[in-house]
């Protein structure tokens, strides 16, 4: 293998690292958007989690624990659109009820 075909292997290499950067860092703005509209809702997140298969090219989707004013826990699953900044919230179900001792804290 001579230093032009190492290089052009290593250049070509590079290019799912960068693709696969961009993804992840797309993952962590959408996340960051759902976080953005439970505050502006008055809610407290309690577990974000991404669902890899849940969304479509454009779209994130997440598996959202969150508490409301009430103390009522909320299981739901949102999607963000990389192109708009809403969050669209569906299947919202409360699944719980916080304690005094945990809002307390």
């Known amino acids: 293998m001579s230093n032009e075909d190492f290089t052009l292997l290593r250049n070509f290499s590079i290019i799912p690292c960068i693709i696969g950067l961009q993804v992840f860092l797309w993952v962590i703005l959408c996340r960051e958007w759902v976080k953005r509209d439970l505050r502006e809702r008055m809610c407290r997140f309690i577990r974000i989690r991404w669902r890899p298969f849940g969304g479509s090219r454009v779209s994130c989707s997440f598996k959202v624990d969150y508490s409301d004013l009430s103390g009522q826990i909320h ?20 699944i719980g009820y916080s304690s005094q001792n945990d809002s307390a804290s």
């Open 75 to 94: 299981r739901a699953i949102c999607r963000t659109y990389w192109h708009r900044r809403s969050v669209t919230w569906r299947d919202d179900r409360i």
